[in-house]
């Protein structure tokens, strides 16, 4: 499968616990982006890479989240001390870049803060 | 701040009919648009991009862009119960390439 995958593909844990989630882009891809979204919203940006180069962060993200790219394949995303209002899907897809950006998501990792 | 708005829906329509979906948005400058498909519990799918006035045919489905009215629509010929699923509309501009997304229509295909 050359697709962009994602784990875990659930995560559940208690409020003020950290997280942290990966995301293996298609090989041949070098921007890599982060999304949130909640029921019936369509997906929020969060922050997208270029190679391991953060370019974007969302200003509504809190500093509670952070991303990485070290070497310009996977990606991690990590929640710290996390909430209630966390629990959504997280989304991660990959794009070729250029003029048109066509991006393909993964299957998401779906988070819920009790 | 860029907008894409999307009527939410429900969209109903017979099997064998055609379901039009339609986006706005508010960048005069946008050139880049998607069109993606997304199962309850399931991520998005790309179905179809356009990003010249005019019409793209895919199969069953069209996209259609109008720039001067800053609008995006998706129609799909000979619906199918398996299309039923909510249709994310996505606006790529500028050198950003950050997507702002619509809510999403939710399109009901019923035999």
Same mark, same amino acid.
């Given at each position: 499968?050359?697709?962009? $995958? ?30 949130? =979204? ?27 989240? $952070? ?5 310009? $394949? ?9 909430? =209630?209002?966390? $629990? ?14 066509? =991006? ?11 | ?24 948005? @508010? ?12 199962? @309850?519990?399931?991520?998005?799918? #790309? ?21 001067? @009215? ?11 119960? @398996? ?23 939710? #399109?009901?295909?019923?035999?």
């Amino acid at each position: 499968d050359t697709g962009v $995958s994602q784990n875990p593909r659930h995560k559940i844990t208690k409020r003020g616990q950290n997280v942290t989630f990966r995301c293996d882009p298609i090989s041949e891809h070098n921007r890599l982006y982060w999304y949130r =979204q909640t029921l019936g919203q369509g997906p929020e940006f969060l922050t997208y890479f270029q190679n391991e180069a953060q370019l974007e962060k969302s200003r509504l993200l809190s500093d509670r989240f $952070s991303a990485e790219r070290p070497k310009g $394949s996977f990606s991690t995303l990590e929640i710290q001390r996390t909430e =209630q209002g966390d $629990s959504a899907m997280y989304l991660c897809a990959s794009s070729r870049g250029g003029t048109y950006n066509e =991006q393909f998501f993964g299957p998401g990792t779906r988070l819920t803060v009790l | 701040q860029k907008e894409v708005e999307q009527n939410s829906g429900p969209l109903s329509v017979p099997e064998g009919a055609i379901a039009s979906l339609n986006c706005t948005y @508010s960048d005069r400058g946008s050139q880049s648009f998607f069109w993606y498909r997304q199962y @309850s519990g399931k991520s998005p799918e #790309l179905i179809m991009s356009i990003y010249s006035n005019g019409d793209k045919e895919d199969g069953r489905f069209t996209a259609q862009l109008n720039k001067a @009215s800053q609008y995006v629509s998706l129609l799909i010929r000979d619906s199918q119960p @398996s299309d039923s699923a909510t249709y994310l509309c996505a606006d790529l501009s500028g050198g950003s390439y950050i997507p702002t997304f619509g809510r999403g229509t939710s #399109l009901i295909v019923h035999p």
